[in-house]
């Protein structure tokens, strides 16, 4: 299963291991984490309140190399299946909602 990641000025095709459910599980969290940080919800240096945007939103590529983006160039995910199946334990918290 190919995931693509659709950012700001292209396309970066990520890893076999990268899987969709858990790439919107991140983008999701990164983004909720912005706009807290943004709201001053969150200061980004207390225990507890971390907030590295960068280091949120790294990934695997397809080539074996690494790619990171802030969540404001991220525009969203593709997949080339209509699921992810066979993941192991833990598969609930990334599940699609219908």
């Given amino acids: 299963m190919t995931v693509t990641l659709l950012v700001r000025g292209g ?3 990520l ?3 990268e899987k969709y459910n858990k790439i919107r599980h991140r983008l999701n969290r990164a983004r909720k984490l912005s706009e807290d940080y943004k709201n001053g ?4 240096k207390s225990e507890g309140q971390k ?11 397809a080539d074996d190399g690494r790619f990171c983006t802030d969540i404001e160039n991220c ?8 699921r992810d199946g ?8 990334y599940e699609d909602e219908e």
């Avoid at 590295?52 to 695997?60: A, D, N, Q």
């Avoid at 525009?75 to 209509?82: F, H, N, T, V």
């Fill in 51 to 61: 907030f590295e945007p960068f280091h949120l939103l790294s990934f695997r590529t």
């Fill in 41 to 44: 919800a969150i200061d980004g």
């Fill in 86 to 93: 066979g993941a192991s334990g833990g598969e609930e918290e």
């Fill in 11 to 13: 396309e970066i095709e």
């Fill in 75 to 82: 525009i969203g995910a593709l997949s080339d299946e209509p």
């Fill in 15 to 17: 890893h076999e291991s």
